[in-house]
């Protein structure tokens, strides 16, 4: 049975360039995106991860 390693990411102040690096940077290690929270720029945005162990 595959296990994982989850990580939660929260950020209020990036913008869409600065979220696209982010989620470029983080799947170039092994991290897949699962989930998101928050849309509205100035609001707080929660991304949710895993990956394999």
Do not use: H
Not at 9 to 37: F, P, R
């Amino acid at each position: 049975m595959t296990q994982w390693e989850y990580r939660i990411v929260e950020n209020s102040d990036a913008s869409y360039s600065q979220i696209t690096e982010m989620l470029n940077d983080l799947g170039s290690q092994g991290w897949e995106l699962v989930s998101t929270k928050g849309k509205k720029p100035g609001k707080l945005k929660v991304f949710y991860f895993k990956r394999a162990l």
